[in-house]
Every structure is written in C-alpha cells, then in structure tokens.
C-alpha cells in the first residue's frame, strides 16, 4: 500500500501566505500612483501575517515552508516600501538604503545561524538572557507595539506624500504619526543591529568549532 503524502502547499496557513503575496503584489503595482489602493492592499497583507500563524496552531500545518514564506513576504514588502520612499524622498535615499539593508541582512543572518545553531551541540550567546531583550522576545504586546510602530513610521511617509491629513498640533496627521514612531523604527533597527552582531559572533563560534574538528581528524 502506497503511503498518502501531504501536499503542505495547500495547508490553509500557507493558502493565507499566497494571498499575503498576491495582496502585495497589487499593492506595489499601485504604490507610485494610488495610495488608497495600494495601503488598502498593503494593510491587509500585513493583517493576514496574524492570522497565518493562529491557522497554523489551530489546524496543526506549522511548515518550513510557511515560515520561510510569511519572512520573505515581510522581507520583500518593506523592502519595495522603502525603494518607493527613496523615490518620493530623494533627498532621504541613503538612509532608506541603509535602513533596507540592515532590515534584509539582519533577519537572514540571524535566521540562518539559528538554523545552524539547532544542528550543533556546544554554547551560544543567548540575548533572550537579558532583562530587555526577554521582554522583547516574550512580551507579545511590546514585539506587536514595536513592528507595528515601525511600519507605522514608514506608512505614514508613504500616505503624507499624497495628503497632510487633518492638522494636529499645529501638523499634518501623517507628518505627526511619523515623528512619533521614528523613535520605535530607530530602536527595532538597533534591535536588528544587534541581532547581527550576535548571530555573527555565534556563527565565528559555528566556524570555531568546525574547524577544530577538522584540525583534530588530521592530526
């Protein structure tokens, strides 16, 4: 009797995943020209990253793949958000080239070492050790304040380049909700910074490590 495989491309978390894909695409078709359109399909992209994880839990379809796919989508879409406000904000491209940078190579790095980390057996630097980062890491009200913050920073650019919005406090809504949640894109930024610099000391651990078993087979 042939064993029934599953086909995890139609697990319903990852059915949510293409539709966050889908969405995004839309969304950065529409972006230079078409702000409503492109935030309406920007937002619930974004909406949908929740519920993918809770369909997973629910229906017991935690993937690889849906996980890959849920950071690429994030990945990708900040990304094609940030190159759209080097456009509009020329002056500012160096610092969202910088920003995008950091954003894309901090969450590989870090990913990649974890996954590294889970296949050797000797010690590594552990942040969720520390009081701040503990909060960070399982807090879910201080992770979503920060992600949301952050987004809400770079959004905020996007919208007030077509509208001020309502004046508040002698401004423009959108001028307003940036200026507030620059603070939390700084901090989620040194945040990723730091992530580097720790998947990077324990990835020279990884390399340690291999290469002294390598040294001790030929000896």
């Known amino acids: 009797m042939s064993e029934s495989k599953e086909n995890i491309f139609i697990f319903v978390p990852n059915l949510i995943g293409f ?12 972006m230079p020209t078409h702000c409503v359109v492109a935030c309406t399909c920007y937002i619930t992209s974004a909406l949908l990253d929740a519920f993918d994880g809770h369909a997973a839990r629910y229906f017991n379809q935690s993937t690889k793949f849906g996980a890959m796919l849920d950071q690429l989508t994030d990945r990708a879409g900040t990304s094609c958000l940030m ?22 190579t901090g969450h590989w790095l870090y990913l990649h070492t974890t996954t590294l980390q889970g296949k050797a057996s000797h010690k590594f630097i552990d942040m969720s050790e520390n009081p701040i980062m503990h909060l960070y890491y399982t807090n ?3 992770l979503f304040f920060m992600c949301a913050g952050n987004e809400a920073f770079y959004a905020a650019l996007y919208v007030m380049y077509f509208y001020t919005g309502p004046t508040v406090l002698g401004m423009g809504l959108y001028k307003l909700i940036a200026l507030v949640c620059l603070p939390v894109a700084v901090v989620k930024t040194m945040i990723t910074i730091l992530h580097m610099g720790v998947a990077s000391l324990n990835l020279a651990t990884i390399d340690v490590n291999e290469r002294s078993k390598i040294a001790a087979k030929q000896n």
């Open 19 to 30: 539709a966050r894909v889908i969405l995004l695409i839309i969304s950065l078709y529409y």
């Open 83 to 104: 190159m759209t406000l080097g456009a509009f904000y020329p002056q500012y491209l160096f610092w969202f080239q910088l920003s995008m940078a950091i954003d894309i």
């Open 140 to 142: 879910r009200t201080v």
